[in-house]
């Protein structure tokens, strides 16, 4: 069964620290995404990679990094929170083949105080 | 600028009814056409996947249509149930596969 998992359900910092989410996935999948959602603007796409040590900016990286170190993990860290950046956050894979059948993880929830 | 539409936004019937969410997209080129379900707090579960060649694709009582020239797609829940109760969205692929554009979703609540 295809399985992404995120490192926390929920989380709760202070504006400053430097926080890192974290996705494992164990279908092997080339491309990673992170997106953020926000109530009626949808998923956002704030970075992917489509191979180990590859990134590319999505439509709102600023204030994120990425890491891809193993092909099984892509973590996205905030290096400095900030209030606006309480939101969920979704990895996600994509598989290959015609249909690309992406597949999402459970989601962190961040809030920011 | 590559976009994704859905209406309503949300919509409240009664179990047992049926409904239809509408997407419209100016997504170009087009390679697939994405219905997920979405329980709040949870991440999106695909539904269905629709490519340029196909209308109509089903999921049980789940049943997407696509109309590559108007650039439309429909979801038709059949005899909804209080399970049903979550977002919709609708994600479009261009060609090459890799970036998504999404809509922001219709709501669904049913209500017994």
């Known amino acids: 069964d295809v399985k992404v998992t995120q490192s926390s359900r929920y989380l709760v910092k202070r504006t400053g620290e430097k926080v890192f989410l974290e996705c494992v996935q164990d279908m092997d999948h080339e491309n990673m995404f992170w997106y953020r959602q926000d109530p009626g603007l949808g998923l956002r796409l704030i970075y992917f990679s489509y191979d180990v040590k590859m990134k590319e900016k999505g439509d709102i990286p600023e204030g994120y990094s990425v890491s891809r170190e193993k092909k099984e993990r892509f973590s996205l860290i905030l290096e400095s929170a900030s209030t606006n950046q309480t939101s969920m956050y979704l990895c996600a894979t994509l598989g290959t083949g015609a249909t690309y059948e992406q597949y999402f993880g459970p989601g962190t929830r961040l809030t920011v105080t | 600028k590559n976009q994704v539409e859905q209406s309503p936004q949300s919509l409240i019937i009664l179990e047992g009814k049926n409904c239809t969410l509408q997407?419209?997209?100016?997504?170009?080129?087009?390679?697939?056409l994405r219905w997920y379900k979405q329980d709040t707090g949870r991440g999106p579960v695909s539904l269905t996947i629709m490519t340029f060649s196909e209308n109509t694709k089903s999921n049980g009582r789940y049943t997407a249509t696509l109309d590559a020239d108007t650039k439309q797609s429909s979801l038709h829940i059949t005899a909804s149930q209080l399970s049903d109760s979550a977002s919709y969205i609708c994600?479009?692929?261009?060609?090459?596969?890799?970036?998504?554009?999404f809509g922001s979703g219709t709501r669904l609540q049913v209500q017994p």
């Open positions: 997407c419209n997209y100016t997504v170009s080129p087009f390679s697939n």
């Open positions: 994600v479009v692929t261009p060609g090459w596969g890799r970036a998504l554009t």
